[in-house]
């Protein structure tokens, strides 16, 4: 089973989307830790309840966005992860994470990208009026949202669409694609391992 590690910030329910696609064995996995920045987040309620365990490192508490990529993969490392899922983690991460699991770390972003990076992606959809848009799972690299494409899900936008429902059909097509994007990723790291 591939040992994982998990960023959120808030809700987590892409974090508990992968929880439950290793209930199930959709995902031969386990979590080892959960990682939130927000101390009581929905995220981290969720991980009492579903029995994974979960750390906060709050990111006010650290002088730079590099000291709190340095807690992270001390504790990453510390479980001995083979790839880390960002799971709604709303912090731009640094070269010190990345560099840390080439490869290995992996994004869900709620667009179709290269379209509407960065914050606000469904408001920038509406905005812009586009009749598809869906999610994307990508490997982190240091440009933001800028990474190798894993996996992609379109969904439509409807006219009468307001931020909440679009929000909300993105997400339940996240949670679906993830799981499916991280344990295609697994395979491609234990053939790698296996090279
Ligand atoms: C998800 O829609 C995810 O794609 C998005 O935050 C949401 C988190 O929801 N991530 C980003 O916008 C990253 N730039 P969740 O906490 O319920 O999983």
Redesign the pocket.
Known sequence: RLNLGVM??????????LVKAIQNSQLDAYISILVVNNPNC??SLRAKRLGVPCVIHDHREFSSREELDKALVKTFTNHAVEGVV?????RIVTPILIAAFPNRLI????SLLPSFR?????GQALKARVAISG?SVHLVTPQ??DGPVLAQAAVPVLSSDDHQSL?KR??RM?HQLLPLSVALAGQNWRNAAQN
């Open positions: 959120a910030s808030g809700n987590g329910s892409n974090f508990e989307a929905e995220a960002m799971a709604g983690w709303m994004n869900i972003h709620p960065g914050l606000d992606a469904v999610c933001v949202d929000s993105i997400q996240e």
